[in-house]
């Protein structure tokens, strides 16, 4: 796997004050195949989650739905969903599921447009990072009715092994109040 080039958080919001009581959390890994992974949270508990990690392989041209897709299966649980991931899904082994191999496009894209329908209650929360192919899918959260939180980079420092130096992106800059 690559490094992890976003991060989403998957819970209720606070009513009043925003932000996010998270209850799973998902990671893109991007190198030679992307893959999301996803886990439950109990960050407020004593005891470590056992929970198993959830591993998709999604396609390229729809990595960000297909992350909505699987919060909508593995989160909200919605039951239309499953009924029709029990349909659609052809998964020869158990372990991580590959999109390209595991459905058809016309299933996924099934799936895909029930999840865009769901009103199951949950806010996501997506951190992208700098390098993260998503970063120009994210036009298509507005087609879904999921609370959503997009959070992208405003600055980064960090050494580069090729200019061995350390190099800066972006501002470091407190943007005025938008609300």
Same mark, same amino acid.
């Given at each position: ?39 439950? *949270?109990? @960050? !407020? ?6 929970? &198993? #990690? ?71 929360? *997506?951190? @992208? !990072? ?6 120009? &899918? #994210? ?41």
């Amino acid at each position: 796997m690559g490094a992890i080039t976003a991060q989403i958080l998957i819970g209720k919001a606070h009513a009043n004050d925003g932000g996010i009581n998270p209850e799973y959390q998902m990671f893109l890994s991007e190198n030679s195949a992307p893959v999301w992974l996803l886990k439950k *949270l109990d @960050i !407020f508990s004593r005891k470590d989650s056992d929970a &198993q #990690t959830i591993k998709w392989i999604p396609t390229v041209e729809h990595m960000l739905e297909d992350a909505v897709l699987m919060i909508g299966l593995y989160a909200a649980k919605d039951k239309q969903l499953l009924q029709m991931e029990s349909e659609y899904f052809n998964r020869k082994e158990k372990g991580i599921t590959e999109l390209y191999r595991d459905v058809t496009p016309s299933g996924l894209e099934m799936l895909r447009r029930r999840a865009r329908q769901l009103e199951h209650g949950y806010k996501i929360t *997506l951190s @992208i !990072f700098y390098g993260s192919s998503i970063r120009s &899918q #994210t036009e298509v959260l507005k087609e879904y009715k999921t609370d959503v939180e997009v959070c992208m980079p405003v600055y980064a420092r960090e050494y580069s092994v090729w200019s061995k130096q350390v190099e800066e992106k972006g501002k470091l800059e407190v943007p005025a109040d938008r609300n």
